[in-house]
């Protein structure tokens, strides 16, 4: 089992490695001068249950894009499976269509995260 800490909640990561006694995989995540987000996982994941720790709060967008990004390198490190852990899930409120022309962005976004691993 490996853990992988986003940015956005480093301290509740940190917690739940301590908890379940499992070290937390090196991994950087970092941004470009103009803010794309990089991520690199420094440990072989091949083969490995995988679980990203990540919230999608404020910032929401750039914390969504560092979690489908982080997922997409450990679907390229060949993880057998990607959990993502999302203490606080974006978008949640808009679950439902409020009008005619109206996204449903709590669907759109769970289908993201599914198609980045």
């Known amino acids: 089992m490996k853990l992988i ?4 909640n480093r301290p509740l990561a940190e ?3 301590a908890y379940l006694q499992v070290p937390l995989t ?3 995540i970092r941004r470009f001068s103009d803010m794309e987000v990089f991520a690199e996982i420094m440990e072989n994941v091949r083969g490995e249950d995988t679980f990203v720790i990540q919230s999608t709060s404020y910032p929401a967008n750039d914390n969504l ?3 489908l990004i ?3 390198a450990l679907r ?3 993880a057998r499976r ?3 852990v999302i203490p606080y899930f974006g978008y949640a409120r808009q679950d439902r269509k409020t009008g005619g022309r109206t996204p449903i962005s709590a669907k ?3 289908n993201l995260i599914t198609a980045a691993g």
């Open 5 to 8: 800490s986003g940015n956005s």
């Open 70 to 72: 982080t997922i997409d």
């Open 65 to 67: 894009m560092e979690l």
């Open 76 to 78: 390229r490190g060949s």
């Open 108 to 110: 759109l976004v769970a």
């Open 26 to 28: 090196k991994a950087s």
């Open 82 to 84: 990607i959990t993502a």
């Open 15 to 17: 917690a739940i490695s």
